[in-house]
């Protein structure tokens, strides 16, 4: 798997899971040192440029948890 490959699963995890009116999503994630689990915060600008934040569903975020250990791992 290339790095873009890890990069384009992950923006299609976070596009999925968002706000239908989300205009850009900013996500901010750690991923725990024992690789099961993470620290997440999901923001978003909606049509009008307004800020707000999403809960993404639970198995988004066991997507992107296990998408994000690999891509530690690659590296």
């Known amino acids: 798997?290339?790095?873009?490959?890890f990069e384009q699963k992950i923006g299609q995890i976070l596009y999925d899971?968002?706000?239908?009116?989300?205009?850009?999503i900013i996500t901010r994630a750690e991923v725990f040192s024992e690789s099961?689990?993470?620290?997440?915060?999901f923001d978003y600008?909606?049509?009008n440029g307004d800020l707000d934040w999403f809960d993404p569903d639970g198995r988004a975020?066991?997507?992107?948890?296990?998408?994000?250990?690999a891509y530690k791992t690659f590296f």
């Not at 798997?1 to 490959?5: A, F, I, V, W």
């Not at 899971?17 to 850009?24: I, L, R, S």
């Open 17 to 24: 899971c968002g706000p239908p009116n989300a205009q850009k």
């Open 45 to 47: 600008f909606d049509e």
């Open 61 to 69: 975020v066991a997507d992107l948890t296990d998408i994000l250990v």
């Open 36 to 41: 099961d689990g993470g620290k997440y915060e």
């Open 1 to 5: 798997m290339l790095q873009t490959d």
